[in-house]
């Protein structure tokens, strides 16, 4: 009888350890790549994002990291402000999903070619302004014939509100209140003209109260009776400022009684054309003075008294006088006179 052989037990289990071992390797490898699909198809699992496009990998930075909070730090931003309507540009492969996006600066407004330039401020002076002949002259203006009509009054001595004093021409005449214009008149040499064509030159020296009308003038007997008979009353007549050569050759200067170095009144006598201001030099430079109805010029305050004195003419014509000593009631000459136009 032949024996029969029985493997051995062991070795077979070892055979089967050998085979089983690979295969369940295989099996786990199978699991680990199916969870890592699945971890892939669901957006985690760390390492995804390098794995993504560049342009999304800037979406998704855009959406949850502030710039600079990378590695890289963020570009600096740019001089001029970006534009509202500017898109960010996409970053370059590669690059920090970190950095900001770069704006697009607006673009610099350059003036058009009709755009207007500034001219520069006029340059300025100093010159003083010279005052015009008609503003010097108020109501009586050189060159101008005034109509009007003629009476006449006792003159006597020639004074009257001009305060001249005694006259040793009564070729003088009043002139009506409105045309006096607070003494500016006073002085002031008149061509009248009768309708019969006579004429005669004057002087005023007076006022002609209301009701004298505006033309009026109310002559000496002596200057009426020259162009008609007294007993007319009312001659009709035109009248015309004169620059005359019978003038006397220089102006006085009077100061008024009671004048000192706190208070003066000036005076200007022998004028060949009317005066039209008077000013004293003071400390701060020339000081006009204002006028009386009696045709003197004030200094209340005594600013001025017994210093250089100006004075100036309808024409505008200005003469200097000083070494004039505040001296009340005396007629001081002086070497100037007015031009004759």
Not at 50 to 67: D, F, G, K, L, M
Request: aromatic residues 4%.
């Amino acid at each position: 009888m032949r024996a029969t052989k029985h493997a051995d037990p062991r070795v077979r289990l070892r055979q089967g350890l050998v085979v089983g071992i690979p295969v369940a390797l295989g099996a786990v490898g199978v699991l680990v790549c199916l969870v890592l699909a699945l971890l892939l198809g669901n957006g985690g699992g760390p390492g995804t994002d390098a794995a993504r496009p560049a342009a999304a990998a800037v979406a998704a930075t855009e959406a949850s990291t502030p710039p600079g909070s990378g590695d890289t730090p963020a570009p600096a931003a740019p001089s001029a402000p970006p534009s509202s309507a500017a898109a960010p540009s996409p970053s370059a492969a590669g690059s920090s999903p970190s950095a900001a996006p770069t704006p697009t600066p607006a673009p610099t407004a350059r003036p058009s070619a009709t755009t207007a330039v500034p001219s520069p401020p006029a340059a300025t002076g100093s010159a003083r302004a010279v005052p015009s002949t008609a503003s010097l002259a108020g109501r009586i203006k050189p060159g101008t014939s005034y109509p009007g009509v003629a009476t006449s009054y006792d003159a006597a001595d020639g004074n009257g509100a001009c305060s001249f004093g005694p006259s040793g021409d009564l070729m003088v005449a009043a002139m009506n209140h409105t045309d006096y214009e607070t003494s500016a008149a006073c002085g002031a040499y008149v061509l009248v003209r009768a309708a019969g064509g006579a004429s005669i030159t004057v002087r005023i020296v007076n006022e002609c109260p209301l009701p004298c009308a505006p033309g009026q003038l109310d002559l000496s007997h002596e200057a009426f009776g020259r162009l008609a008979e007294l007993s007319v009353g009312r001659l009709p007549i035109t009248w015309t400022l004169l620059s005359p050569g019978t003038a006397p050759d220089t102006m006085s200067v009077r100061y008024k009684t009671g004048s000192t170095q706190w208070w003066c009144g000036i005076q200007v006598i022998g004028h060949r054309n009317p005066v039209a201001a008077l000013e004293v030099r003071t400390g701060g430079g020339w000081r006009r003075l204002s006028r009386t109805d009696y045709n003197y010029f004030l200094s209340p305050d005594g600013g001025g008294c017994g210093a250089t004195l100006r004075v100036t003419d309808v024409y505008g014509e200005q003469l200097t006088v000083d070494g004039i000593a505040v001296k009340p009631d005396v007629v001081q000459p002086t070497p100037v006179q007015f031009t004759r136009h």
